[in-house]
Each structure stands twice: as C-alpha cells, then as structure tokens.
C-alpha cells in the first residue's frame, strides 16, 4: 500500500482531487489542499516530503518584493528536485500542476520562475508527457 492509494490499490480520487487543486487560482485552495496532501503523505512515511515542503514554504511566503529571491529559490529547488519524486504518480503531477496554478497569482516575477521550472521538468524523463497531460486537459 503507498500513501496514495486506497484500498484496492488506485490512486485514492480525494488525494487526486487535491492535487488538481494546485493549479487553482485560490490561494486559500492550494494551500488547504497542501496542508492534507502534506498531512497525509507524513502520516504514511512518519515523515515530511522535502516537495510538499518547498510547495508550502511558497504558498505561505508573502508575495512582495522583499520576498522575490526567497521565492524564486524555492520554486528552483521544486524543479531540481522534481526527478527525485517523478516516481511517485501523484507527486509527478502535483508539482507541475502547482507551477501552472503560480501562474495565476498577481506577482510576475513568480510566472518567470514557475515558467523556468516548468521548462526544467520537461527536460526530464517523464516530466514533458506530465505536463502535455495537464496542458490538454486544462
């Protein structure tokens, strides 16, 4: 059994459903949605996803000038450390699902390093059909 499945071994549709939510315009959205995909994935494993981390490090960070390198760091290492997780069906598709939804939020500067992550995802194995996916589907 995986932190992510029912019982019958599928993907479990509420973990899904959350992180289809990553690409949502609503900030409160995303960040309730990460905060139990976060929960759930450290009750499985008794430990935290370095990914679902960074993800809510940056749905928490004020989004202002004082906090744009903070910021672009954060979105670089979702996207360095994106292969590492790119086994994991639901995490493969959750980052760059939340990529896409910071391209929705009012700060520039965000879309250029969401759009940068997304370029680097795509370079690795699997990572250009994930965002095809979502792309088509969107």
């Known amino acids: 059994l995986q932190w992510y499945a029912d019982y019958d ?6 973990l899904e459903s959350l992180v289809e939510n990553l690409a949502t315009e609503q900030h409160e959205l995303r960040l309730l949605s990460l ?9 499985f494993h008794d430990k935290n996803s ?8 940056i749905e928490q960070t004020p989004l202002d000038l004082q906090n744009s ?17 790119s086994l994991d069906p639901l995490l493969r598709k ?5 990529c896409f939804g910071m ?4 700060f520039s ?11 680097q995802i ?6 250009e059909n994930v965002i095809a996916e979502i792309v088509f589907l969107i």
């Open 69 to 85: 390198r903070l910021l672009s760091m954060h979105v670089r290492r979702l996207a360095s450390t994106y292969k590492e997780h």
């Open 122 to 127: 795509a370079e690795t194995d699997g990572g």
């Open 35 to 43: 905060r139990l995909l976060d929960d759930r994935y450290r009750k």
């Open 103 to 106: 391209l929705t939020v009012k």
């Open 9 to 14: 071994g599928h993907i479990d549709g509420l």
């Open 109 to 119: 500067k965000l879309w250029e390093d969401a759009t940068a992550a997304l370029t």
């Open 50 to 57: 370095e990914i679902l981390a960074t993800m809510l490090l």
């Open 94 to 98: 959750a980052v760059p699902l939340y």
